[in-house]
T-cell receptor, first 115, second 117 residues
Framework: GAGVSQSPRYKVAKRGQDVALRCDPI?????LFWYQQALGQGPEFLTY????????KSGLPSDRFFAERPEGSVSTLKIQRTQQEDSAVYLC?????????????FGSGTQLSVL | AQTVTQSQPEMSVQEAETVTLSCTYD???????LFWYKQPPSRQMILVIR??????QNATENRFSVNFQKAAKSFSLKISDSQLGDAAMYFC??????????????FGKGTSLLVTP
């Protein structure tokens, strides 16, 4: 596609429900990132994939958070037993090769509200 | 801990005028990369400009330029000839390739820029 696509754009969940957030990166992009952006804050790193390999998951806040990219393209961020503090915008980004000065292309995010 | 500080929560500028957004950061590393990203209401982060720390020359992209002061750990963004479309949240960020999380961008809290006609 022309850009990074995320779905759904909005998600409302009851506390304790499981949610799955989808990211379609730009075709051919090797690197994929997930960020969490709380209201009024800057994005915070969650995890990084290079192709299908999850090279860094140091930002995942708890074992309720799980991300996968099984075929090296689409990625899913899953949150189990959602809590109110999980309410945030979840941003996905991709880049061609993953070089540290490389431009990241971001999606428009999924806004998760946990009631 | 490594941090990025944007001390101006909000800034306002008149159309066609110049505005400077400030950013300071804290790292003991000598090799890193600095970025300014723009986030409009659509939430999609857009790269405005980037700077490699080893380069002394300040980066410039059309109306956007930076003032990079490595010793002071300062990385301000100057927007010249401001346009209504520049109104957005602006985030300063850095990336340290040799750190434990070398792939991660570390963002500040952002500055909301308002452009008035």
């Amino acid at each position: 596609g022309a850009g990074v696509s995320q779905s759904p754009r909005y998600k409302v969940a009851k506390r304790g429900q499981d949610v799955a957030l989808r990211c379609d990166p730009i075709s051919g992009h090797v690197s994929l990132f997930w960020y969490q952006q709380a209201l009024g804050q800057g994005p915070e790193f969650l995890t990084y994939f290079q192709n299908e390999a999850q090279l860094d998951k140091s930002g995942l806040p708890s074992d309720r958070f799980f991300a996968e990219r099984p075929e090296g393209s689409v990625s899913t961020l899953k949150i189990q037993r959602t809590q109110q503090e999980d309410s945030a915008v979840y941003l996905c980004a991709s880049s061609f090769a993953g070089a540290t000065n490389e431009k990241l292309f971001f999606g428009s995010g999924t806004q998760l509200s946990v009631l | 801990a490594q941090t990025v500080t944007q001390s101006q929560p909000e800034m306002s500028v008149q159309e066609a005028e110049t505005v400077t957004l400030s950013c300071t950061y804290d790292t003991s590393e000598s090799d890193y990369y600095l970025f300014w990203y723009k986030q409009p209401p659509s939430r999609q982060m857009i790269l405005v400009i980037r700077q490699e720390a080893y380069k002394q020359q300040n980066a410039t992209e059309n109306r956007f330029s930076v003032n990079f002061q490595k010793a002071a750990k300062s990385f301000s963004l100057k927007i010249s000839d401001s346009q209504l479309g520049d109104a957005a949240m602006y985030f300063c960020a850095y990336r340290i390739p040799n750190s434990n999380s070398g792939y991660a961008l570390n963002f500040g809290k952002g500055t909301s820029l308002l452009v008035t006609p």
